[in-house]
């Protein structure tokens, strides 16, 4: 299995740009989320969704939309990127919905916002 | 706002001593969870204790979860320098209607060879 995966690894963006994030996994994981990581502050939580076609607000939601049409697949959009997005940004997944389960961590985006 | 806080935020010892590093939350917990971070990379659970233990060992981590002062402890015994890295705790508080984990900032432990 190749667990969790993100890509691009690095990307450089100029304020007021769109793109993608891709994450995908490979473990038939229900639950998946996107946290992103500044100094100082650990994680704040994103988006999470607890299945397919399943999707709700974490902490930091603004400007970042999320789907997830299969299981396998969720991807972090940013609508119009701002310097204030400038972070890394890790995907998640775990077999189950609740806090019993460990998550799966992807090696992380690293993204710069000009 | 983030749920659990860890003390100390930065920790240096040397190889072979114990190293200790403390959580703090705020509300009521289903579970908590502890993780490491090597430098660049993404976080790897170590271990979950659930709210109605006080301690779990795995190999040489030792947790401890006080419920009455919402607060969790991870030992590491006989460290060695690849335990350097940061570890995170992370909880599932029990309020909400969906499962979300949210996270401290995290205890950057570096043990010197």
């Known amino acids: 299995n190749a667990g969790v995966t993100q890509t691009p690894k690095f990307q450089v963006l100029k304020t007021g740009q769109s793109m993608t994030l891709q994450c995908a996994q490979d473990?038939?994981?229900?639950?998946m989320s996107w946290y992103r990581q500044d100094p100082g502050m650990g994680l704040r939580l994103i988006h999470y969704s607890v299945g397919a076609g399943i999707t709700d607000q974490g902490e930091v939601p603004n400007g970042y939309n999320v789907s997830r049409s299969t299981t396998e697949d969720f991807p972090l959009r940013l609508l119009s990127a701002a310097p204030s997005q400038t972070s890394v940004y890790f995907c998640?997944?775990?077999?189950?919905?609740?806090?019993?389960?460990?998550?799966?961590f992807g090696p992380g985006t690293r993204l710069t916002v000009l | 706002s983030q749920q659990g806080e860890e003390d100390p935020q930065a920790l240096s010892i040397q190889e072979g001593e114990n190293a200790t590093m403390n959580c703090s939350y705020k509300?009521?917990?289903?579970?908590l969870q502890w993780y490491r971070q090597n430098s660049g990379r993404g976080l790897v659970h170590l271990i979950l204790i659930r709210s109605n233990e006080r301690e779990k060992h795995s190999g040489r981590l030792r947790v401890t979860l006080d419920t009455s002062k919402k607060s969790s402890s991870l030992l590491i015994t006989a460290s060695r320098a690849a335990d350097t890295a940061s570890y995170f705790c992370?909880?599932?508080?029990?309020?909400?209607?969906?499962?979300?984990?949210?996270f401290g900032k995290g205890t950057l432990l570096t043990v010197n060879p």
């Open positions: 998640a997944s775990s077999l189950g919905t609740s806090g019993y389960n460990e998550q799966f």
């Open positions: 992370a909880t599932d508080y029990s309020g909400g209607s969906n499962y979300k984990l949210t």
């Open positions: 509300t009521s917990i289903n579970n």
């Open positions: 473990m038939n994981h229900e639950y």
